[in-house]
């Protein structure tokens, strides 16, 4: 499969301060930007960084930013899922994961993070794919928020159903561990019956008719 991605930019402003959002951002454009102290959910931000410069590099990979001149303040990022994932199986070149979507703790509520997921649906490309999110309630900031993981699974699918994904039910046992945790979908226009079909497999791995 021959990924296109082709570039969108948008501005937004928030109590007086000019935010952009931006992407597929290059890696020399990743580059020429700081990276926010505060980007700290998944990992140090200097790893984060990191991973963010390997994944735009990924013929898959897709980083969305939102910055504050060239201080990035919140991303949002696309790639295959992990090899060690049943979302990996088959290898089908038209599953992509939404790996990551962060904002700085002091830019959060303002509409960056619904902007940076619908601005990178904007790509026609993505029409092309199914991309998968997978919600674990351990990776949220129930601290900082003071939400229970029911409200902020209620934030999650209003911020994902914002640029079309939706809830998928699947017998993945991490999903399945807790009832806040949930998988959803945005299943592009293009996708064929036949493409659906071997997602639904993948959901429901090793199930059994009688
Ligand atoms: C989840 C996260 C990305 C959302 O980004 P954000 O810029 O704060 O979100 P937005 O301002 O675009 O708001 C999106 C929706 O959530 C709601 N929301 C955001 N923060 C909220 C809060 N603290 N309390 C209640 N609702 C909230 C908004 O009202 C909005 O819903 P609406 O459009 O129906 O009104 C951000 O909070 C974050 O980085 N959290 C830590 C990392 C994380 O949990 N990532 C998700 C797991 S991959």
Redesign the pocket.
């Known amino acids: 499969m021959q990924h296109q991605k082709t570039y969108h930019q948008e501005k937004m402003s928030i109590n007086g301060r000019e935010i952009t959002v931006e992407g597929p951002a290059s890696h020399k454009m990743l580059t020429s930007c700081t990276f926010d102290e505060g980007l700290d ?1 998944f990992r140090v931000p200097e790893e984060q960084y990191e991973a963010l410069l390997e994944i735009s590099e990924l013929e898959e990979g897709r980083v969305i930013i939102a910055r504050e001149g060239t201080h990035i303040v ?1 991303y949002v990022t696309y790639h295959y899922p992990d090899p060690m994932e049943r979302w990996s199986d088959g290898n089908l070149p038209y599953l992509l994961e939404l790996g ?4 700085t703790l002091a ?9 940076l997921i619908q601005l990178s649906m904007e790509d026609s490309f993505v029409e092309n794919y199914i991309i998968i ?1 997978t ?1 674990y309630y351990w ?3 129930l601290k900082n ?1 003071g ?1 229970d993981v029911y ?1 902020y699974k209620d ?2 699918i ?2 994902m159903a ?1 640029a079309g994904f939706e809830v998928y039910q699947t017998n993945d046992p991490e999903i399945s561990a807790h009832p806040a945790n949930t998988l959803m979908a945005r299943v592009g226009k293009k996708i064929t019956r036949d493409q659906m079909m071997e997602f639904d497999k993948i959901r429901f791995k090793n199930r059994f008719f009688f």
């Open positions: 959910a919140g990551a979507v962060e904002i830019h959060r509520s303002g509409g960056i993070g619904k902007k999110t919600e990776h949220w900031d928020t939400l409200e934030i999650m209003r911020l914002s």
